[in-house]
């Protein structure tokens, strides 16, 4: 069974720092790229950063605050998100794609509040 599982959301304060971990199991084939999307309060759901191979690409909302980096041994992506504003609050979920179809974990929400 093809399973994502995001943890380390939570509340955190302008200024602050997450760290999203998403654990990928159950998958016959390697995992070509991984990434982080999010959805925030009535926004449609928007790409945050993708990593595949050694190459990664970012939002230009999140450049230079969060990065984003891969364990292949644990096949396990993470977000670190430093300096985090109340615009960063969304529902934040993690994606592979594998074999030319696209997989979705349940979504860890993040709330940037003071």
């Known amino acids: 069974q093809v399973q994502l599982v995001e943890s380390g959301g939570g509340l955190v304060q302008p200024g602050g720092s997450l760290r999203l971990s998403c654990a990928a199991s159950?998958?016959?084939?390697?995992?070509?790229?991984m990434g982080w999307y999010r959805q925030g309060p009535g926004k449609q759901r928007e790409v945050v950063a993708v990593?595949?191979?050694?190459?990664?690409n970012y939002a230009d909302s999140v450049k230079g605050r969060f990065t984003i980096s891969r364990e292949n041994v644990k096949n396990t992506v993470y977000l670190q998100m430093n300096s985090l504003e109340p615009e960063d609050t969304a529902v934040y979920y993690c994606?592979?794609?594998?074999?030319?179809?696209?997989?979705w974990g349940q979504g860890t929400q993040v709330t940037v509040s003071s």
């Open positions: 990593i595949s191979g050694g190459s990664t």
């Open positions: 159950g998958f016959k084939f390697r995992i070509n790229r």
């Open positions: 994606t592979a794609y594998v074999m030319g179809s696209d997989y």
